[in-house]
């Protein structure tokens, strides 16, 4: 029997607990006899660190100045994290190295499989894989940000579950006696140390993106599309103790909500999801899944002008998006909406026309959530940048993770012109939201403080 602990590294906001090692987590005591373990380093260094706003968040009572603490909590994470990873760069040891180092040792593991969710974990992933494969701990990798700089210095690089599996037992396995149908296992970790008012607990429906059709998104994976059994997530949700979970596909399919909706509407919670705002999304279904619990809709709106929504093929249009944001606001849910400013070709009026449209309905819109466009490896865009007005695309080298990616244009605003404007814009945007704006980094607190009408 082999020691196997999962490991979550440092940087990423911690508000929950993190979804891939507890599904891994699950899934190996679903179908193994080995003694697994989990670590979320990313809570602990974070708990050390930041130990004032932890007890800060903690406590609602307190937020009369919301905005301006998390503010600050941003400016010192980022400066902290960029102070961390230039050191990894150096081939120095990161702050906390050796308490996070000892919380891996104590554990006396043979084999430790790294969650790689964000490439910002990565910087601290390297130094600690590093040291551990000095001291002949196997280290394994998984997840959506693993670069060639980590496959370089770990033992084995894996896709799935499955595949860990196997490299633990050192056999292949065979895909029909394994068991999938498990309930995920939140109790491994104290739920109370994260840092929000109420434990906030993250879910799936979906294995990967329905839809897989938005130009700029690379997010969904290669696998087939499949859908978790309703079982699963009620035994998750009941199984946790939990009130509040926070949906984290991508996207859901309205046929899956409303099987989802029909499982929640007895169990008392509060959730929230991702969606993009298309016309089948009523008053009365909306009015259906806020009746189930649902408070809380982050939108993928991205634009307010038609021509971009076509370029980026949101399957989405101005007309229905409006409609839908006031069908979800007269439902009782809150909306926060995603908007990508920049997108290749975007010219100045298209920009100022989704400003507009923003304003236009922002009686509908609690927050707003903007972000300047960045062009991503894998996206049909990165694929096809003519057909993007995109004349070149520029890659620079860097040191532990993948190169950054900057391009030019032929048509529209540059990556410059557009956080100038969005800039000059943030008074505008800042009437709109209902909510601290700072909610955009911690958007499990508006979970919680949004009780719905």
């Given amino acids: 029997m082999k020691n196997v602990l999962l490991v979550y590294v440092p940087f990423c906001t911690p508000a929950s607990p993190p979804y891939s090692i507890t599904n891994l987590y699950s899934f190996l005591k679903s179908n193994c006899k080995d003694n697994i373990s989990v670590l979320d380093l990313n809570l602990e260094f974070h708990k050390i660190k930041f130990a004032s706003f932890s007890a800060y968040y903690h406590d609602f009572n307190k937020w009369d100045n919301y905005n301006e603490v998390t503010d600050q909590y941003r400016k010192l994470t980022v400066k902290t ?59 394994v990798l998984g997840g959506p940000a693993v670069n060639d700089k980590l496959k370089a210095v770990a033992d084995k690089v894996l896709e799935n579950e499955i595949e860990l599996l196997s490299y633990i037992q050192n056999m292949e396995v065979s895909h029909d006696r394994l068991n999938f149908n498990y309930a995920l296992d939140y109790s491994v970790f104290d739920l109370k140390d994260y840092f929000t008012p109420y434990p906030v607990i993250p879910l799936k429906a979906t294995t990967t993106c329905y839809y897989k059709g938005c130009t700029f998104c690379n997010h969904f994976k290669k696998s087939p599309y499949m859908e978790y059994s309703l079982e699963m997530i009620e035994e998750t949700v009941v199984k946790s103790n939990g009130k509040y979970f926070f949906l984290i596909d991508d996207m859901i399919p309205l046929s899956m909500l409303l099987k989802i909706s029909k499982v929640f509407l007895g169990l008392n919670i509060k959730w929230c999801c991702q969606l993009r705002p298309t016309k089948e999304l009523t008053l009365d279904v909306l009015q259906e899944l806020h009746a189930s619990g649902l408070i809380l809709i982050i939108w993928g709106v991205e634009s307010g002008n038609d021509r971009v929504l076509k370029l980026m093929n949101k399957g989405t249009n101005k007309e229905d998006i409006q409609r839908v944001l006031a069908a979800s606001h007269n439902g009782g849910i809150k909306n926060i909406v995603y908007i990508i400013f920049g997108f290749p070709t975007e010219t100045k009026e298209e920009f100022l026309e989704t400003i507009g449209f923003l304003k236009l309905n922002q009686e509908n819109i609690d927050l707003v959530s903007t972000a300047v466009f960045g062009l991503q490896k894998n996206t049909l865009i990165y694929n096809n940048p003519s057909r993007f007005g995109i004349t070149k695309i520029i890659e620079t080298e860097r040191t532990v993770i993948e190169p950054r990616i900057d391009y030019q244009t032929s048509i529209g605003l540059s990556n410059s012109e557009a956080k100038k404007m969005r800039d000059g814009h943030k008074r505008t945007l800042g009437k709109i939201n209902k909510y601290p704006k700072t909610m955009n980094f911690f958007r499990e607190h508006m979970l919680c403080l949004g009780q719905g009408s």
Avoid: H, M, W
């Avoid at 990894?88 to 790689?116: H, M, N, T």
């Fill in 81 to 139: 994290y960029s102070e961390n990873n230039k050191r990894v760069v150096k081939g120095e040891k990161p702050e906390l190295f050796e308490e996070l180092l000892g919380g891996i040792i104590d554990r006396k593991p043979e084999i430790v499989a790294f969650s790689i969710v964000y490439s910002s974990q990565a910087f601290y992933a390297f130094a600690l894989v590093t040291e551990l494969t000095k001291r002949g701990i196997k280290c």
